[in-house]
């Protein structure tokens, strides 16, 4: 199969053929119909966080099961399905009391057992469990949910990180609550879906933050109230707090900036929460002030949007289907796998919210 080959930090992803095994145990084997590059994989390929190479990254993906191992008994050959990176092993402590996306005992081949991918005759590294730029996928069945033939691939991709993540974030991790105020830091694909969770949750002022004067548009069109360029010498916390006398119920950092992680919690009122979903760069400290603390203001940390994702990701379909959740709008470009290096360029820009990768 052909694969998007990752060499290491600062090198551009290259097209190899890469060899797939066939599906053990309750593993299921997938044909990706579409990828959505996301940031995530960016902090990896600048060296932001390390991951060995050689590696298939991607971690956003919508596709078509090809084969099932001897023990799965969820998936057949022809099921559309979406994966997830927030794969669970069913039987530890936070599994038990449903905080499956903060798993620590993921599934994954033992030692002994052959490679799940290779190529030239050397291993090659699956990432988050999932490997998406490519064109299949070889999973545990516990990374992926079943959905209807009718949602359309390029949508359904998104739903796998991006909109689990923004929206689970405000509906799950935050809660947010009918008419409170919001601060949303970074318009990007995560931000915009943070914006929607917010707009689905009945939150009656959210403020869109970012330094790209361009993505403003869309953030209203997705459901910003209000805007605030931060580039520039206006400080967006002084911005936010005259603009909600005082600051914001609840905030959010989906960028990955320690600068911006201290502005989200600086612009929340007393008794407010701010949340971190973005991947602040290994081994950076964020700075706040101690005596804030007393005035009951919170900050906490995001992961996958706190998902159930084999129960969550059906119900944003229904969102979608009922117009609540915008995903179309989402979708700024499509290309193929042969354009990766270029996705990942235009997001650096600015240019999207997000790029979708189509196999077919």
Known sequence: MKAALFHGPHKPLTIETV???KPLGREVLVRTVASGVCHSDLHFVDGLYPFPAPAILGHEAAGIVEAVGPYVSEFKPGDHVIACLSVFCGACDYCLTGKTHLCQTRPV???EEPPKLTWNGQPVNQFANLSA???KMLVHENAIVKIDDKMPFAQAALIGCGVTTGVGAALNTARVEPGSTVAVFGAGGVGLAVIQGARIAGARMIIAVDTVESKFAKAR??????TVNAKGGDDPVKMIRAMTNGGVDYSFEAIGLKIAAEQCFDCIRPGGTATV???????QKIELDGPMFLREKRIQGCSMGSNRFKVDMPRYIEFYRQGRLK???MVSRRG???DVNEAFRAMKAGEVARTVLMFE
Not at 221 to 226: I, K, M, P, R, V
Not at 277 to 283: F, K, Q, R, T
């Open 133 to 135: 730029y490519a064109e």
């Open 327 to 329: 995903l179309d709008e």
């Open 277 to 283: 979903i973005g991947m602040i760069p290994v081994g």
């Open 336 to 338: 193929k796998l042969e």
């Open 109 to 111: 081949r033992k030692k």
């Open 19 to 21: 060899d797939i095994d």
């Open 221 to 226: 069109e997705l459901g910003a109230t209000h």
